[in-house]
Structures are given as C-alpha cells and as structure tokens.
C-alpha cells in the first residue's frame, strides 16, 4: 500500500505538474501566449504571418521585415484578465465529500511585454530581434477549495529572444529565419490529503490538517524560425513561417510540509525533500496569413496556424536518485487557429482595426485538469492605431474572448479523491504599443 500511495501521490504532485501543467491563464491555446502586439490585437492576429508593416513581423515572419521601408523598434504592454470558475465537488476517498469552498477566479490576471526591432543592414538584408513571452499562466485556488489535492498554485513564465535575419531574393520573395533562446522557468503546488495518506499507509484513521507539496524548476532550450514572405504587388501580400520545437530539461526541486505524525515515514511516501527533473517540449507551429489592400481605406487579412501540441502526451519525472518516480498521460491534440480581420483608414492619422479569430484547445473532456481547464475559444476584437508623428505610433486594443463550457473528472492520486465538475470561462485582454521609425 505505501509503494501505490508513494507513486500516486507523486504522479499527482510531479508529473501533473513539474513545469508543465499550465491553466487557463495562457490563453493561446494550451498554454500559449499569442498576445505579443497590440496591433495584432486588433485583428485578431489575422494576417500576422503576411502583414509585414512594422517591427513584430520580427516575431510573425522574419522574411517580413523585407518589407519595411524604415527601421523600427516597438515595444508591447498587454493586460490579460482570465475569468475561470468552477462548480462541482470531491469525492472523499475515505467516504462522501471533500470539505471546501467553491473558489471564484482561480487564475490571476497579469501584464506581459514584447520588444521588437528590425534594422536595414542593405537593400537585400535586414537584421531584427524579438523579446517575447510565449508561453505563460498565473493561477492561484484559495487554501479551502474542493479540489486542493488537484492543484493549489501554478505560475509558469517563459521568455524568448529570438535575432533574425531575412533576405530579399527579387522583388516578389523573401526568406528569413533565426535562432530562438527560450527560458522556461516554473513553481507548481498542491495541498495533500493527510488523513487519507495516513489511512493507506498505517491502516489507521487519524484525523490530520493537510500537507502540501511544492515543486519548482528551470531550463534553458534553443528552437528556430524559418519563414518567407511572398509579395503579389504593393497590394497583396501572403507569409508562412515555421517555428520549432524547443526541448527543455527541467532541474528543481520538490517539498514537501507534512504533519508531524507523517513525517517519520516521508522518505517511504516518497515525500521527503529532494531534486528532481522533467522533460518538457514546446511544440512546433506552422503559420500561413495573407494581406490585402482593397484600396487607399480598406484591408482585409487572415491567418491559419496549426500548433503540434500533441507532442505533450506524457509528463515523466526522475527523481535525483535516478529512479522513474510518475509518468503521467495527457493525450493533449494538434489543433488549429484561424483569424479573420479588417482595418479601415479614414485619415492619415488613424487606423480603426477588428478582427474575429476561433482557437482550438488541445485539451478534450476526457483529459481536462485542474491545473488546465482549457476549452475552445473565440476571439472579437478591435484596435486603434494612432499615428503621432510620422515617426511615431501608438496602438490600442481590446478583445474579449468567450470560451466553450468544459466538464471535468480528475482523480490526481488515490488521496486526492475525484473532482467532478464543471468550468466556465471568458477572458478580457487590454493591449498598448508604440512604434518608433528612424
């Protein structure tokens, strides 16, 4: 009995969550960040990949920045309200109901930043770089809810610079690419079922406070960009990029709090202090836009992007010792997004932008978590760019997104019980940019 609690109460604490389990907060799909460009924003990200007229197709399509008459830089502030509740209960192994509250919004609201910049070297060549964040989640369940012994806080960060060069072949082409340095960084927690672990390990019934588990961790991967951009005339254009996988080897450390009458017995849990690793890959992504002028007012754009998420099918976590301690399934799925937009022009100073966008989420009903209540999204969209100067822009944009209703049943661990339930969620997102020109 202690080598089955040993296990799952590890694969709960580690393999649900070493760096990995991000919830809603990222809400790309899984968890992704698009939120990179205000201006973006405002179409809904359509026509990212194809737009190519300021300084985050650094970011969208390298090759694009072939396309730029000026050099830029541009920086992005974008707030990101998630609304995530839940509804249901937690079947209590040891008989009826865990005790808790309903938490309200579980995941926090946070601000995240993106700087860009593109360079004319020559009539052929540009040199750009791009400072994102594109992946990342904040949540946070109050100590009291039902389903602590899923997930208790998550707070996964990853930053990404990425030089890129592109290069005009003629007129109607142009190719591009770089390096990507991603640092991916996360602290998971969880609280533990005491009296339940207690019960399978002693056989007696001792009524104990909860314990709680922490695990924490960080690695540094290299991925690449490749993309081109293909100029029709001064009107239409169209863009694909590629952006790899990134390989991460996560090394923290797991702790662990328990009450006093378990603490003689953590090493034989597998609940003692200790170092441990998880492999973790960022999937790869392929992106196709296109732009067009309709005449001096009006654009239209859109893009497609499938995401490989289902490279994240198990989470596997070795302890220091070298010992296999979880494999954990997720079974997440490739998914799609796609955006469509439209900007009018009334002045020289002003440009009005909208967009709609629908973003699969590669988590199903049969493998929703705690840590990842992700469903389908849908994304409307508007934007305004004002032109300062003519050196000068500023950019502001809203979105909200509604969100499909997901249904979830997770044990975690056979301490933990079973959430059953349901989650609805929304998210509202502010974006600010400025574009200088020199």
Request: charged share 15%; net charge negative.
């Amino acid at each position: 009995m202690m080598g089955k609690i040993r296990f799952a109460t590890c694969a709960s604490v580690l393999g649900l969550g070493v760096a990995l389990s991000a919830s809603g907060a990222a809400y790309a799909s899984g968890i992704a960040l698009r939120e990179q460009s205000a201006e973006g924003l405002g179409n809904a990200y359509a026509g990212e990949t194809a737009k190519a007229y300021d300084a985050s197709t650094a970011y969208y399509n390298p090759a694009g920045m072939s396309n730029l008459p000026d050099n830029e830089i541009s920086g992005d502030a974008t707030w990101i309200a998630p609304h995530v509740s839940y509804s249901g209960s937690n079947s209590n192994p040891l008989g009826g109901t865990v005790s808790g509250d309903q938490p309200g919004n579980a995941v926090k609201a946070a601000a995240i930043g993106s700087v860009f910049a593109a360079y004319r070297l020559n009539a052929r060549w540009n040199v750009g770089m791009a400072v994102t964040t594109p992946y990342g989640m904040r949540s946070e369940y109050d100590a009291g809810w039902v389903g602590r012994y899923q997930a208790m806080h998550s707070d996964v960060t990853d930053v990404e610079f990425s030089p890129v060069l592109s290069y005009k072949i003629d007129d109607h082409w142009s190719v591009g690419g770089g390096p990507r340095i991603d640092y991916f960084t996360a602290k998971l927690g969880q609280g533990i079922n005491s009296t339940a672990v207690a019960y399978g390990a002693l056989h007696t019934l001792l009524p104990l406070q909860d314990g709680s588990a922490n695990i924490s961790g960080d690695d540094t991967g290299l991925g690449y960009v490749v993309s081109a951009l293909y100029k029709y005339d001064n009107d239409t254009r169209a863009g694909i990029s590629y952006r790899s996988r990134v390989f991460h080897k996560l090394d923290g450390n797991a702790q662990y709090s328990l009450p006093g009458a378990l603490t003689p017995y953590a090493s034989a849990l597998g609940m003692s202090n200790q170092g441990a690793t998880a492999k973790f890959t960022t999937p790869d992504s392929l992106n196709v836009g296109l732009y067009h002028d309709i005449n001096s007012q009006w654009a239209v754009m859109s893009d497609l992007s499938w995401t490989h998420w289902s490279v994240l099918q198990n989470l596997n976590v070795v302890g220091d010792n070298g010992s296999a301690i979880s494999s954990t399934p997720e079974n997440w799925r490739d998914t799609y997004f796609i955006s469509l937009g439209a900007s009018y022009k009334p002045s020289d100073k002003w440009v009005l932008h909208t967009g709609v966008a629908y973003d699969q989420s590669p988590v199903t009903d049969a493998n929703r978590t705690a840590r990842i209540p992700d469903t389908n999204r849908y994304y409307t969209s508007l934007g305004v760019t004002y032109n300062v100067l003519p050196n000068v822009s500023l950019d502001l944009a809203y979105a909200h997104l509604f969100a499909d209703k997901g249904s979830i049943t997770q044990e975690a661990n056979s301490a933990a019980g079973v959430l059953s339930g349901s989650y609805d969620n929304s998210v509202d997102i502010v974006s600010t940019g400025i574009t200088l020109k020199f």
